[in-house]
């Protein structure tokens, strides 16, 4: 996208937010809010990314139980 088209863009898209309820405001600052943020991947410590690709990688390869199966191996743990 060009220069000229960014402005033109943005020249547009206040128009809507000049026009906007606060329904609608809110809804594009919450938007807005969310897009900032840092991805929450990058805040994971290193160990518990290294957790997630071992565990995604389990369920590629077929290597999973369903959550009866779980439970029913894990009885014993799950007692109140």
């Known amino acids: 996208m060009s220069d000229t088209e960014v402005k033109a863009l943005k020249k547009e898209i206040k128009k809507y937010v000049n026009k906007a309820d606060e329904r609608l405001l809110r809804l594009m ?9 840092k991805d929450w ?5 290193k160990k518990v990314k290294n957790n997630i690709d071992i565990a995604t990688s389990q369920v590629m390869k077929g290597q999973v139980i369903s959550q009866s ?12």
């Open 69 to 80: 199966e779980f439970l029913k191996q894990n009885k014993k743990w799950l007692k109140k």
């Open 41 to 45: 991947w990058t805040t994971l410590p």
């Open 29 to 37: 600052y919450t938007m807005l809010e969310t897009d900032s943020q």
